[in-house]
């Protein structure tokens, strides 16, 4: 019962690089998450997705790109990382956008940018 | 555009004593859902209690407790007889009624000690 798993839990990259987080669940929920923690700043979201397919931007999308090709996947990419991108991700998903419906959280990927 | 609002960044309880955390959200919505999510070291996010905006009755969950005051827009969260395993980042979460106002806004969060 795995639940969402991201992968990987840690990385560290130089500035410039580029990486792709992958996000898979088993739960067969339509939507999925990609969220960032910083610290005082609580989880702000990046991009999400309503469904195979279809990506949406949320409050902070700038610098990052996502893929959703397959309903248990979705990734999130960083084409050219910055030191402004280290921050802690969590992917998350649901059954379905509003009502009272529980999102369920990933472990989180720390990534460090030099 | 919806708001949550954490107004206690650290507080800490004596064991078995009882705490509340604050939170206040802004809103235009009627209908609307209110959570709170425990963030221990792991770094899991963990759902600890949910309310539903059309319910008046405040929701429970063990030792967890809300005060729901929807026309002033409070979101309290009440731990009683709390434990060492209580320490953690709480984070005060809204959700509104469907399409982009769907997806969940988290307040800055309440990082609680609970000291033996």
């Known amino acids: 019962n795995a639940g969402v798993t991201q992968t990987p839990k840690f990385r560290v990259l130089k500035t410039g690089q580029s990486m792709t987080l992958l996000c898979a669940q088993d739960?067969?929920?339509?939507?999925m998450y990609w969220y960032r923690q910083d610290p005082g700043m609580g989880l702000r979201l990046i991009h999400y997705?309503?469904?195979?397919?279809?990506?949406a931007k949320g409050e902070v999308p700038d610098g990052y790109n996502v893929s959703r090709l397959k309903k248990q996947n979705f990734l999130l990419g960083l084409e050219s990382a910055a030191p402004s991108q280290t921050s802690v991700y969590f992917c998350?998903?649901?059954?379905?956008?509003?009502?009272?419906?529980?999102?369920?959280f990933g472990q989180g990927t720390r990534l460090t940018v030099v | 555009a919806q708001t949550v609002t954490q107004s206690q960044p650290e507080m800490s309880v004596q064991e078995a004593e009882t705490v509340t955390l604050s939170c206040t959200y802004d809103t235009s919505e009627n209908n609307y859902y209110l959570f709170w999510y425990k963030q221990p070291p792991s770094r899991q996010m963990i759902l600890v209690i949910r309310q539903e905006a059309y319910k008046q009755q405040n929701a429970t969950e063990n030792r967890f407790s809300v005060n729901f005051q929807k026309a002033a827009k409070s979101f309290s969260l009440k731990i009683s007889d709390s434990q060492l395993g209580d320490t953690a980042m709480y984070f005060c979460?809204?959700?509104?009624?469907?399409?982009?106002?769907?997806?969940?806004?988290f307040g800055k969060g309440t990082k609680l000690s609970v000291k033996p």
């Open positions: 997705s309503v469904g195979e397919g279809t990506t």
């Open positions: 979460a809204f959700k509104g009624s469907g399409g982009s106002q769907g997806n969940l806004i």
């Open positions: 998350a998903s649901s059954w379905r956008t509003g009502g009272n419906t529980e999102a369920f």
């Open positions: 739960m067969n929920h339509e939507y």
